[in-house]
């Protein structure tokens, strides 16, 4: 057999695996994935696939590894048969390895080609080319282990357990179940606060413990801010991996992972917009995954949902914060602003170099906010739902008459009577 190795330059598209179960304490996992330039695997045995992973796990020097799992997984499919870009051709190979927590891994980012030739055994020589996309390690069990919540106990919680999805403190997701038996529903709430790290996901306190009392379950999940290590692309990572780690959470906790809402406000708008995209983003994009956590229903509270404008906006005001989220405005980085923006510039010019990725997010929407809100534009709300209701979106949109910003975390708001009664319309 040969084998050829080649690490020649190529780009690197860094992206991040969805979890699929936890590494034990004394282990560690890392996925690797790789494109390769396969077409059909179908002619591959399980034998085949063992070995192909034994070949990788070999070139990157991790000898002392054990492969867990190895497979072939079609990028395509998260495209639903849209939207599929023409560059993506062959299956991806993820190949997931364990090993000590003493074990020291190299920065395998420099294996960036593989090439080698494999003798299949139904005898078929496989000129095989792999281009490096992702080293990415799992959390380990006492990084996700239950514990309780840091702001402890809401009136109405039954228990409230926080998982750590990532080594910063505030890279944690709390699930708040409430007392009695829950109805098959889920708000999974995502804080504003212009994604700054002065704030945090406690904001969320008051409207969370309101659900609760209708016994719906709700995760609150936080995330690095700029001013933390956060803005593009750690806060897209954050979020998604916290978002998929809700599967498991599911699990342990015993409710239904499939049947999620996602309210964000604000700066969290724009993320709970992103999150209930994220099946329209291609491999090269932060937070893509074949299989991501889908939302069954978005609500956006005053929600940053025109990146586009709100740069435009930014320049005028000075207040210039989705520049400093993003590093940059739209002429020097716009993969960044197509990757963050539900809707559309209002720049016809920009619109049409730069159409919404993520429109029709094929989910009902309520984009909510108050005519009085001078924090983040009316424009953003109104913008929006146009779009989206353009692109054939159920998208309710409300404006509310002389209410402001921060309304929608008041639960005597009209807004958030709203905003609740959406959410209580999806229980079945």
């Known amino acids: 057999m040969k084998i050829e190795v080649n690490t020649n330059f190529i780009n690197i598209i860094l992206i991040v695996w969805s979890l699929s179960y936890v590494a034990p304490k004394d282990l560690k996992l890392i996925k690797v994935i790789y494109r390769t330039n396969i077409d059909d695997t179908s002619v591959f045995t399980s034998g085949d696939t063992k070995l192909l992973a034994a070949y990788v796990k070999n070139q990157l020097g991790l000898n002392d590894a054990n492969i867990w799992t190895n497979e072939f997984a079609s990028v395509n499919g998260n495209f639903y048969g849209e939207r599929t870009p023409k560059e993506i051709a062959g299956e991806l190979f993820i190949i997931e390895l364990s090993l000590s927590n003493n074990s020291n891994i190299e920065n395998i980012s420099k294996y960036k080609q593989i090439q080698l030739s494999l ?166 994009q932060p937070g893509y995954s074949i299989n991501p956590l889908r939302p069954i229903a978005l609500v956006t509270q005053a929600g940053v949902n025109n990146m586009w404008d709100g740069c435009d906006q930014a320049n005028v005001t000075g207040e210039g914060t989705v520049i400093s989220f993003l590093g940059g405005n739209y002429t020097t980085y716009p993969e960044r602003y197509v990757l963050s923006s539900l809707a559309a510039s209002s720049n016809v010019t920009v619109k049409s170099m730069y159409p919404s990725q993520f429109l029709p997010l094929k989910v009902p929407i309520q984009a909510i906010t108050g005519s009085a809100d001078i924090t983040v534009p009316v424009s953003q709300t109104i913008t929006f739902a146009e779009q989206a209701k353009s692109a054939g979106d159920n998208c309710t949109e409300v404006i509310v008459e002389g209410e402001d910003h921060f309304v929608h975390l008041n639960v005597s708001s009209t807004a958030w009577e709203k905003t609740r009664a959406f959410i209580l319309s999806f229980i079945p």
Not at 124 to 136: E, G, L, R, T
Not at 190 to 217: C, P, Q, T, Y
Not at 248 to 256: M, N, S, V
Request: hydrophobic share 35%; with cysteine.
């Open 119 to 284: 003798m299949l055994e139904n005898g078929q020589a496989m000129d095989i080319k792999m281009d490096f996309v992702s080293f990415y390690q799992s959390p380990s069990s006492h990084e996700t282990s239950s514990g309780p919540c840091q702001g402890g106990l809401y009136p109405n919680d039954e228990k409230c357990v926080a998982y750590q999805y990532g080594p910063d403190p505030i890279q944690v997701i709390d699930c708040h179940l409430p007392k009695g038996a829950h109805v098959d529903l889920v708000v999974l709430m995502i804080h504003g606060g212009f994604w700054r790290s002065k704030l945090n996901r406690s904001l969320e306190n008051a409207v969370a413990n309101d659900l609760l009392g209708f016994n719906i379950v709700v995760c609150n999940l936080d995330y690095r801010s700029f001013g933390n290590d956060g803005g593009y692309p750690n806060t897209f990572y954050d979020v998604s991996n916290g978002t998929d780690l809700i599967r498991l959470i599911a699990q342990e906790q015993g409710f239904r992972s499939d049947r999620v809402i996602v309210v964000g406000h604000s700066a969290g708008g724009q993320l709970g917009g992103y999150l209930t995209g994220r099946f329209r983003l291609t491999p090269n």
